[in-house]
């Protein structure tokens, strides 16, 4: 996200219709695009990923949530009490990534914990109330500094000193970092998180081929970077501007090989998510701890 020092992740005036918007993308990139969102979820898809890091020699931990548990967390957290207007179309999906990433994450009262490109999230401070641990938000929106518990400007320069958390997440962020944005953020998680702290990716998006999926509205008047080997499927009223969507050797190239001294990396299958809710679509997390 450093690239673009005029970032806005939502313009507040959509000027162009879907299928115009298409057509200014076309003329403006050499990217293959597709009509529609990125199927990955389909089963088939998720076998081929598997069926990948298993000829990569990359192992896979198997992550279930307990019903129960997650039960209990939603009634702790107070979700439907506290936060009445939060992802009311699919809270199931975002409390899932927050207990999740708190269960991978390992959560105490003496962490530093980061939310990062946390928007209007109430993770941070679930977190500081459930676990007593002092946690922070993130986001580019915010006004540049820290202020109280907000850290404003790119997460890829915060403004904090070095090892300053020792525990950070990113909850349907990742993707969003676009350029080399999501290698500049790993460098500053280099420098940000403590030895043995660890960062919590999910969902982690994967598909069988390079892919980016995109509000065309937002992608044509923003002017959005898009990796030039991937291709483009624009989602008609998804009302973001990238995502994207890594392969396992994509993945491996601009996250893992390169960080491989830094971080130790621990990828998670998530299965069975429909004994929670059908609407769940986080298939893929990672968990990368400081060396």
Same mark, same amino acid.
């Given at each position: 996200?450093?690239?673009?020092? $005029?970032? +806005? ?8 219709? $879907? ?8 003329? =403006?990139?050499?990217?293959p695009i597709v009509t529609g969102a !990125?199927?990955?979820?389909?089963? $088939? !898809? /998720? ?16 992550? =279930? ?14 979700? #439907? ?7 009311? /179309?699919? /809270? ?9 990433? /708190?269960? %991978? ?23 500081? &109330? ?6 922070f938000a993130q986001d580019i929106m ?24 020792? +525990?950070?997440? %990113? ?21 940000? %998180?403590? &030895?043995?702290? +660890? !960062? ?5 998006? %994967? ?34 501007? #990238?995502?994207?969507?890594?392969? !396992?050797?994509?993945?491996?190239? &601009? ?5 491989? $001294? ?9 299965? &069975? ?16 701890? +400081?060396?």
């Amino acid at each position: 996200m450093s690239e673009n020092i $005029t970032y +806005k992740y939502q313009p507040s005036h959509i000027q162009l219709d $879907t299928s115009t918007a298409i057509d200014v993308l076309k003329q =403006r990139i050499s990217n293959p695009i597709v009509t529609g969102a !990125v199927p990955a979820t389909d089963s $088939t !898809v /998720l076998q081929r990923i598997t069926a990948e890091f298993v000829s990569q020699a990359i192992q896979l931990r198997d992550l =279930r949530i307990c019903p129960e548990e997650y039960a209990m967390f939603m009634d702790h957290a107070g979700y #439907h009490e506290r936060y009445t207007n939060y992802y009311s /179309l699919n /809270l199931a999906e975002k409390s899932f990534e927050h207990f999740a990433a /708190l269960q %991978l994450l390992g959560m105490n009262e003496d962490d530093v914990f980061i939310d990062l490109a946390s928007e209007g999230s109430p993770l941070p401070e679930i977190t500081s &109330r459930l676990f007593h641990a002092e946690a922070f938000a993130q986001d580019i929106m915010y006004e540049p500094g820290v202020h109280e518990n907000r850290i404003g400007g790119d997460a890829c320069d915060m403004p904090v000193p070095n090892a300053f958390a020792s +525990k950070a997440a %990113l909850t349907c962020s990742l993707e969003h970092f676009e350029a080399s944005g999501d290698i500049k953020l790993f460098q500053e998680l280099g420098r940000v %998180l403590k &030895r043995g702290g +660890k !960062v919590c990716v999910i969902p982690l998006y %994967l598909y069988s081929f390079p892919a980016t999926q995109t509000d065309a509205r937002y992608s044509a008047v923003c002017d959005v970077p898009f990796d030039s080997d991937c291709t483009v499927f624009c989602a008609d009223g998804w009302g973001n501007r #990238h995502a994207r969507f890594y392969t !396992v050797e994509t993945l491996r190239n &601009r996250i893992l090989d390169r960080f491989a $001294t830094a971080f130790s990396f621990s990828i998670y299958r998530i299965v &069975r998510t429909d004994s929670i809710a059908d609407s769940i679509y986080a298939r893929w997390a990672m968990v990368a701890e +400081k060396v």
